[in-house]
């Protein structure tokens, strides 16, 4: 009876033990420990695909790609692929590391325990890839003027790219500033123009992007440095430089029309002339070339551009230097010829206004108040011949002849009268005077 119990207690206790084992092999199945995610990286960098297990066990760890490619098993790397390795930094951690990451290593990634059934984890490796500009891309090229141009960029890139147009002059010239080719819609698609060139986008190329530039009725104004950039928010962004030259005609013209010259001084004559490719230039007088000489002295100086300065100086002027000179300008696609003239310069006369004097008589009025014995007389002060108290009637020294047509004696004699005349005037104003006052 006892032992009886005692097996049945013993049978009891197995089947608690078993089940509370049960319980705890239940309790102890691996289980990952953080959420699924989705990994971006750039190419070229390292990508972590992170996979953490509670309770792994015995079990086993395995990672697969999307094409169910055993890639690790447990701690052993089964591909053949050294930029594949897997990371424990932790216990519980069992990451695959992906050193130089390219594109074509994106997709499904997958970490497995061979549980029944198998339990997995999912990540998405998405992969961005930087711009990048095809070797099919256009290069330096050379137009004339009136083609029609086609810039091509051709680029890749992981998102797709944008790609942007800028334009700079040459580097030989002053201006080096880069503008942005500005865009408008218009009828043809995207039209993109300023003040001399008229330029059509196109999207379609070569790659995941392509960017086409064309220019219509290409001028001279048009030719510089072409850039195009593109950029996808994956740094670094990528440019290309095309350089376009455009072949015209020469094209001149004269600082002066018309220049005036002292005889003598030295004067210099400018022209300035615009040509590609540059252009023989020279000068002439009255339709003769003219050369370095003694007389002459032709330089040439480089200007910004395809322009240049033509310089002619005449070191001393003559009068056989005045007259017609053309700057004359000639290459493979045309000419152009500007004339001036230079001419003898006269200074301007001072001219004095003449002074015109006047003679104007001087009268003596003599006038009686009582107006009853004189009337007024008048007379010409010219007419009357000065008195000088001198010996002879002349100044000393300077012998006087009088006037014309009497001689010294019949002069004093003249003078002696004068005085009686005199002296009768003045009694018979006097004896007028008391004659009034006594009335």
């Known amino acids: 009876m006892e032992f009886s119990i005692i097996l049945r207690l013993t049978a009891l206790n197995a089947l608690c033990f078993l089940g509370i084992l049960s319980k705890d092999i239940m309790a102890l199945e691996p289980s990952f420990d953080v959420p699924i995610v989705n990994i971006t990286v750039v190419a070229g960098k390292t990508a972590v695909l992170p996979c953490s297990i509670d309770s792994l066990g015995d079990f086993k760890v395995v990672w697969t790609d999307q094409f169910s490619t055993l890639l690790t098993l447990g701690e052993k790397r089964i591909i053949d692929d050294e930029r594949m390795v897997l990371d424990r930094p932790h216990t519980k951690d069992w990451n695959l590391l992906l050193h130089d ?7 499904r990634y997958t970490c497995q ?29 050379t137009a004339k003027e009136g083609d029609t141009v086609t810039l091509t960029c051709n680029v890749s890139g992981v998102p797709k790219p944008t790609v942007q147009w800028f334009r700079k002059p040459h580097a030989d010239s002053r201006d080096q500033h880069k503008e942005r080719v500005k865009t408008s819609e218009g009828h043809y698609g995207n039209r993109l123009s300023d003040d001399h060139c008229l330029y059509t986008v196109s999207h379609r190329g070569v790659g995941i992007n392509g960017e086409t530039l064309i220019i219509h009725n290409i001028t001279r104004y048009c030719d510089g440095i072409y850039e195009c ?39 210099i004559l400018e022209c300035k002339v615009t040509a590609f490719p540059q252009a023989v230039s020279i000068w002439k007088f009255q339709n003769q ?31 056989e230097d005045f007259g017609q000179y053309s700057c004359y300008a000639s290459n ?8 001036m003239i230079l001419y003898e310069y006269f200074p301007p006369t001072t001219l004095t206004p003449a002074v015109t004097a006047t003679a104007i008589p001087r009268h003596t009025t003599t006038i009686n108040k009582r107006n009853r014995l004189f009337k007024s ?9 000065p008195y000088n108290r001198t010996l002879n009637g002349h100044n000393p020294g300077a012998p006087y002849s009088g006037r014309q047509g009497y001689s010294t004696g019949q002069t004093n004699s003249h003078h002696v009268g004068l005085l009686i005349f005199s002296s009768i005037l003045s009694s018979i104003y006097l004896f007028d005077i008391s004659c009034f006052m006594m009335l």
């Open 101 to 107: 990451v390219k594109y074509d290593d994106r997709g």
């Open 113 to 141: 325990i061979n549980t029944m059934p198998i339990k997995t984890k999912t990540i998405e490796l998405i992969v961005l890839v930087p711009p990048t500009i095809l070797d099919t891309s256009s290069n330096d090229l």
């Open 229 to 267: 950039v593109a950029f996808n928010d994956v740094p670094p962004a990528v440019n290309r430089v095309i350089s376009v030259m455009v072949e015209f005609p020469p094209e001149v013209w004269l600082v002066n029309q018309k220049l005036g010259q002292y005889v003598g001084k030295e004067t």
């Open 289 to 319: 070339d003219l050369f370095n000489s003694f007389k002459h002295r032709i330089d040439v100086y480089q200007d910004r551009g395809h322009m240049l300065t033509l310089s002619l100086r005449l070191p001393n002027v003559t009068r």
């Open 377 to 385: 007389t008048i007379y010409n002060e010219n007419e009357l011949i």
């Open 332 to 339: 493979s696609f045309g000419m152009d010829e500007e004339t």
